[in-house]
Nanobody
Framework: VQLVESGGGLVQPGGSLRLSCAASMSLNCMRWYRQAPGKEREFVSSIHFDGSTDYASSVKGRFTISQDNAKNTWYLQMNSLKPEDTAMYYC??????WGQGTQVTVSS
């Protein structure tokens, strides 16, 4: 399976971005992770085929994960962004395949 992330960029604090992760095949679940400079990669969110979701406490209430099964694409809607959300964001299949990442920078 191949994954391609998109949607990252530079946004001011309080702003929003929507990340996309397009897969080359249908999948039962997807996870989002992020890695800030000098820090370990951390879990952000996950979604399963039945629509069940999970979030890290640091993003709960601000980020929303979703899926479009017809398009084999997963999304991470990020609202109320903070400077500490700055990181490279990666999607990962539940089988362990990683995308190439997309950079999110939150700065004024």
């Amino acid at each position: 399976v191949q994954l391609v992330e998109s949607g990252g960029g530079l946004v001011q604090p309080g702003g929003s971005l929507r990340l996309s992760c397009a897969a080359s095949m249908s999948l039962n679940c997807m996870r989002w992770y992020r890695q800030a400079p000098g820090k370990e990669r951390e879990f952000v969110s996950s979604i399963h085929f039945d629509g069940s979701t999970d979030y890290a406490s640091s993003v709960k209430g601000r980020f929303t994960i979703s899926q479009d099964n017809a398009k084999n694409t997963w999304y991470l809607q990020m609202n109320s962004l903070k400077p500490e959300d700055t990181a490279m964001y990666y999607c990962q299949t539940c089988g362990g395949t990683w995308g190439q990442g997309t950079q999110v920078t939150v700065s004024s």
